[in-house]
């Protein structure tokens, strides 16, 4: 069975925002990582970013996503987006979105995989679901992660926990 640890502190956003949410100094000591994150963005669109060790360079997903009333799937070059992964400023007041990204084999030294799952509500037109895999082109294990909105700034109460998968 597998046994979650938490790795250094959760970040909760303030009062001012956070332009990007940052774990730094990843140990290389368990299999797999789970980030778990609830956020609301200043801005408009409805997509932040997950980049490793601060590169934006040989990442690569494929999405699917669904509105409720459509669904719809794509391709990025060049960076893995949690398409829904953020519910933006003019969605229903005090709603947040929920993800999960799950990168196993981290500290490995071949291309690193991960998988995304995230639901975002609007309560006033739709509500949004979507599954990414990515992929990460490299062979150093990672030891950062970044969320970066593609608009605006996270705002005060966006939570994000980072977890060392163990298995027992």
């Given amino acids: 069975m597998p046994t979650y ?19 730094t100094a990843i140990p290389a000591t368990f299999t797999d990582l789970v980030l778990k994150v609830s956020a609301r963005v200043g801005g408009t669109n409805t997509a932040y970013k997950v980049n490793f060790n601060g590169l934006t360079t040989n990442l690569n997903s494929r999405l699917l996503y669904g ?3 459509a669904a719809a799937s794509g391709t990025e070059a060049s960076k893995v987006d949690d ?11 005090n709603t947040f979105s929920n993800s999960e990204i799950y990168i196993p084999n981290y500290a490995g030294s071949n291309n690193k995989s991960l998988s995304i799952d995230g639901v975002t509500e609007n309560n006033a037109t739709a509500s949004l679901a979507n599954f990414t895999s990515g992929l990460w082109s490299a062979s150093a294990a990672i030891t950062q992660i970044t969320l970066t909105p593609e608009s605006g700034s996270f705002v005060q109460y966006t939570t994000a926990y980072l977890y060392g998968v163990s298995n027992a």
């Fill in 83 to 93: 398409y829904a992964g953020v519910t933006i400023a003019t969605y229903t007041a």
């Fill in 5 to 23: 640890t938490q790795i250094g502190s959760a970040v909760s956003v303030g009062v001012l925002g956070a332009a990007t949410i940052d774990f």
């Fill in 67 to 69: 509105t409720g009333s």
